[in-house]
């Protein structure tokens, strides 16, 4: 195993860990406010395929990102109307959501296939990734560093603002925030579209960064894999950054298995490396239920409408 093998896999890991990481976040803040919303593979294809047709139509990666944070934002409203006004089952509606995106985006779609679009070019000079250092430090897309500014943010916004302390009260205790005066509601329609851009983010990231061509289903039900991320993390945002290197560890293993063709498959079927990443996710899932080591953490009110007593 050769250093530039390790640098190489380390790089891909970084990528495939990208989209994975800004729904999980996005998916944490929206938890965090009390509001369970299991449609984050339908917001991711909604921004894969919505960066996609600006870039394909402008050339323009940047102004793809914004609009795929808006198609996301915009598809959340849907759930939050349904279940923040409407009081619709949350798990429901987030699996309709789900479906809804998919076919949405696979209608919209079908006129791009085949086609290649412009993606992100690095942030820092060609000269400074020449050696093995500056290749894992400074030869990545625009959106990992992105990520990387997320992360710190939403830790910042959760733990040191005051919008960030009504936003974890009303998940905790939604009647209580609501008698001293704060909009239950109003805060967890703000947490859902933050949480419904990230994913459109996280979904830009597959044609922007990793796959310039579109696929039906692109984002692979890495969806699912960010809200087991937010359980497996605890519900903290610098847990989730390893969480999802770790996921993205496991994704990436099944492309190098692909790859090396006879040599991995004599380790494990080819089924079986790409399945590894989702009996991932369930094995994780499973031991934090029976250990009841993150469970504490999970907001008092997630998934529960919230009725007012006045």
């Given at each position: 195993?050769?250093?530039?093998?390790?640098?190489?896999?380390?790089?891909?890991?970084?990528?495939?860990?990208?989209?994975?990481?800004?729904?999980?976040?996005?998916?944490?803040?929206?938890?965090?406010?009390?509001?369970?919303?299991?449609g984050v593979?339908?917001?991711?294809?909604?921004?894969?395929?919505?960066?996609?047709?600006?870039?394909?139509?402008?050339g323009n990666p940047w102004l793809a990102v914004v609009f795929a944070a808006a198609a996301g934002a915009a598809v959340s409203m849907i759930f939050a109307v349904?279940?923040?006004?409407?009081?619709?089952?949350?798990?429901?509606?987030?699996?309709?959501?789900?479906?809804?995106?998919?076919?949405?985006?696979?209608?919209?779609?079908?006129?791009f296939t085949g086609r290649a679009i412009k993606t992100f070019d690095t942030v820092f000079p060609a000269a400074l990734a020449t050696n093995p250092v500056g290749r894992v430090f400074f030869s990545y897309s625009p959106l990992v560093y992105l990520s990387f500014i997320m992360v710190a943010l939403v830790a910042w916004f959760l733990t040191r603002t005051r919008a960030g302390l009504?936003?974890?009260?009303?998940?905790?205790?939604?009647?209580?925030?609501?008698s001293i005066g704060y909009s239950v509601i109003g805060v967890r329609y703000a947490a859902v579209a933050f949480g419904g851009a990230l994913a459109g983010i996280g979904g830009a990231t597959f044609p922007?960064?990793?796959?310039?061509?579109?696929?039906?289903?692109?984002?692979?039900?890495?969806?699912?894999?960010?809200?087991?991320l937010v359980v497996f993390a605890g519900?903290?945002?610098?847990?989730?950054?390893?969480?999802?290197?770790?996921?993205?560890?496991?994704?990436?293993?099944?492309?190098?298995?692909?790859?090396?063709?006879?040599?991995?498959?004599?380790?494990?079927?080819?089924?079986?490396?790409?399945?590894?990443?989702?009996?991932?996710?369930?094995?994780?899932?499973?031991?934090?239920?029976?250990?009841n080591r993150a469970g504490g953490n999970a907001p008092a009110c997630l998934g529960k409408p919230f009725i007012p007593s006045t």
């Amino acid at each position: 195993m050769t250093l530039d093998f390790i640098i190489a896999v380390i790089i891909t890991v970084v990528g495939a860990s990208t989209p994975i990481l800004f729904a999980g976040l996005g998916e944490l803040v929206t938890e965090k406010a009390g509001v369970l919303n299991l449609g984050v593979e339908g917001m991711m294809l909604i921004g894969a395929i919505a960066a996609f047709a600006i870039v394909d139509k402008t050339g323009n990666p940047w102004l793809a990102v914004v609009f795929a944070a808006a198609a996301g934002a915009a598809v959340s409203m849907i759930f939050a109307v349904l279940t923040l006004s409407l009081s619709a089952n949350q798990v429901a509606t987030g699996l309709a959501l789900t479906i809804f995106g998919t076919g949405l985006s696979t209608l919209i779609g079908n006129g791009f296939t085949g086609r290649a679009i412009k993606t992100f070019d690095t942030v820092f000079p060609a000269a400074l990734a020449t050696n093995p250092v500056g290749r894992v430090f400074f030869s990545y897309s625009p959106l990992v560093y992105l990520s990387f500014i997320m992360v710190a943010l939403v830790a910042w916004f959760l733990t040191r603002t005051r919008a960030g302390l009504i936003l974890r009260a009303v998940g905790e205790n939604d009647l209580s925030a609501h008698s001293i005066g704060y909009s239950v509601i109003g805060v967890r329609y703000a947490a859902v579209a933050f949480g419904g851009a990230l994913a459109g983010i996280g979904g830009a990231t597959f044609p922007l960064v990793l796959t310039p061509l579109w696929a039906e289903g692109l984002t692979g039900g890495r969806g699912w894999i960010a809200i087991a991320l937010v359980v497996f993390a605890g519900w903290r945002p610098v847990w989730l950054l390893g969480g999802a290197y770790f996921f993205g560890l496991l994704s990436t293993l099944e492309l190098y298995a692909k790859a090396s063709g006879a040599s991995w498959s004599s380790i494990l079927p080819s089924e079986a490396w790409a399945a590894l990443p989702y009996l991932a996710t369930v094995v994780v899932l499973a031991v934090i239920s029976v250990s009841n080591r993150a469970g504490g953490n999970a907001p008092a009110c997630l998934g529960k409408p919230f009725i007012p007593s006045t």
